[in-house]
């Protein structure tokens, strides 16, 4: 007997309903709503279980905040470290996505949360490549790049707030 999926059997319910199926959709049909409470369920005259869509919703957002968050701070995380290296031109590019991100998840507060969490970050990792005798930034270097870096995030952020201020006009026009 092949199993039939849950749109299936809400399409054949009517026509076994009414006595008018074959015996093979018929047969189809019971096995299915032997294994499916939904299906059972409606095919009773029930309501099939109420799904709180506001809750669901709210719980999604809130994965998808706390993604943006961990992308976020990864992201400051592998620019701080590019400092030292020869690759240190990609925070031209890496900067205004985590500025727009932290627009998006902040909004205005996002001017003085990213260069407070650069400079924590940046200290941080060079106070790590201090202990470990690594090479490090003397505090001038280390306040340069943190200004720099917070200027390219600046940048991120009054696109991505330009952005939503345009898109926010065109919906209420």
Same mark, same amino acid.
């Given at each position: 007997?092949?199993?039939?999926?849950c749109?299936?059997?809400m399409?054949?319910?009517?026509l076994?309903k009414?006595?008018i199926?074959?015996a093979d959709s018929?047969?189809a049909?019971?096995?299915?709503?032997?294994t499916c409470?939904?299906?059972?369920?409606l095919?009773?005259?029930q309501?099939?279980?109420?799904?709180?869509t506001?809750k669901?919703?709210?719980k999604?957002?809130?994965q998808i905040?706390?993604?943006?968050?961990m992308?976020?701070?990864?992201?400051?995380?592998?620019?701080?470290?590019l400092?030292?290296?020869?690759?240190?031109?990609?925070?031209?590019l890496i900067?205004?996505?985590?500025?727009a991100l932290? +627009?998006? *998840? %902040?909004r /205005?507060? !996002? $001017?003085y949360t @990213?260069p407070?969490? &650069?400079?924590i970050?940046?200290g941080m990792?060079?106070?790590?490549g201090?202990?470990r005798?690594?090479e490090h930034?003397?505090i +001038?270097? *280390? %306040?340069? /790049?943190? !200004? $720099?870096?917070s @200027?390219?995030a600046l &940048?991120g952020?009054?696109?991505?707030?330009l952005l939503s201020?345009?898109?926010?006009?065109?919906?209420s026009?």
């Amino acid at each position: 007997m092949n199993k039939i999926t849950c749109d299936m059997c809400m399409d054949l319910m009517p026509l076994v309903k009414d006595g008018i199926a074959s015996a093979d959709s018929k047969d189809a049909v019971e096995a299915h709503l032997e294994t499916c409470a939904v299906c059972r369920s409606l095919y009773h005259g029930q309501a099939p279980p109420v799904v709180n869509t506001e809750k669901a919703f709210h719980k999604l957002k809130r994965q998808i905040q706390i993604f943006s968050v961990m992308f976020m701070l990864f992201g400051i995380f592998f620019g701080v470290n590019l400092t030292a290296g020869s690759n240190v031109f990609y925070n031209s590019l890496i900067m205004p996505i985590i500025g727009a991100l932290g +627009y998006i *998840l %902040l909004r /205005w507060k !996002a $001017l003085y949360t @990213i260069p407070i969490l &650069l400079l924590i970050t940046h200290g941080m990792t060079n106070l790590l490549g201090l202990i470990r005798g690594q090479e490090h930034l003397d505090i +001038y270097s *280390l %306040l340069m /790049w943190t !200004a $720099l870096y917070s @200027i390219f995030a600046l &940048l991120g952020m009054v696109i991505a707030g330009l952005l939503s201020y345009a898109f926010r006009k065109e919906h209420s026009v």
